[in-house]
Structure formats: C-alpha cells, structure tokens
C-alpha cells in the first residue's frame, strides 16, 4: 500500500510564498512521475507542474516563473515552492505519483493521489 500525505497549504497575502510538501510512504519498485494539481471552487482539476524521476520539469502557463517543483528521492518527497501568489492560485492542492508495485501477478504501475491542502490566497 502506498499513501502521499500533503503539508504546507495555508492562508497567505497576495505576493506571498507558501512551500508544499508531499511525502511518500509504503513499498514499491519505483516511483515515476511526482505531479501537483489543483482544483479551485467550480472548476475542473488541473496539472499545476510535473518532475521526472530524473528532474524534467514540466508546468502550467500561469504559474511558469512564480512556482518550482523539486523532488528528493531519498526521502520520496515532492516539494511545490510557490511565490507571488496570486488570488487565482487559491484551491486545494493534490500530489500525484506514478508509482510500480509488484503484485501476484508482476509489476503494476498506478497513479496514487494524497488527500490534498487548501492554499487560500486572499488579503
């Protein structure tokens, strides 16, 4: 079993930072694709940044510039640093990770979800 537990969401001024963290726990093969996401109130949930497991960054539009994603694979965790921070960034954030499991019947590789941090910005 595998479980991303998020931390560091808050309530911070607009202009402000907030740093998030996501750390995995359990057993697996591999962990592959570390992700962010968000959904605001009434909006669907989008892909915020995404990192390879050898540190390719990938990242939405409206945050290239404000937002870093870094992961540090011993300690299977996913940071998401965010500065700037802009009223439309409010949402609750959720970590994603593709990770390979070996089961009765090989390896499996399945995406796990935490259970997401409100970041609200507002003044």
């Known amino acids: 079993q595998v479980q991303l537990v998020e931390s560091g969401g808050g309530l911070v001024q607009p202009g402000g930072s907030l740093r998030l963290s996501c750390a995995a726990s359990?057993?697996?093969?591999?962990?592959?694709?570390m992700s962010w996401h968000r959904q605001a109130p009434g909006k669907q949930r989008e892909l915020v940044a995404s990192i390879t497991s050898d540190t390719s960054t990938n990242y939405v539009d409206s945050v290239k510039g404000r937002f870093t994603i870094s992961r540090d694979n011993v300690k299977n965790t996913v940071y998401l640093q965010m500065t700037s921070l802009e009223p439309e960034d409010t949402a609750v954030y959720y970590c994603?990770?593709?990770?390979?499991?070996?089961?009765?019947?090989?390896?499996?590789?399945?995406?796990?979800w935490g259970q997401g941090t409100q970041v609200t910005v507002s003044s």
């Open positions: 994603n990770a593709d990770v390979v499991t070996k089961g009765p019947g090989g390896f499996v590789e399945l995406a796990y």
């Open positions: 359990g057993s697996w093969i591999s962990i592959g694709v």
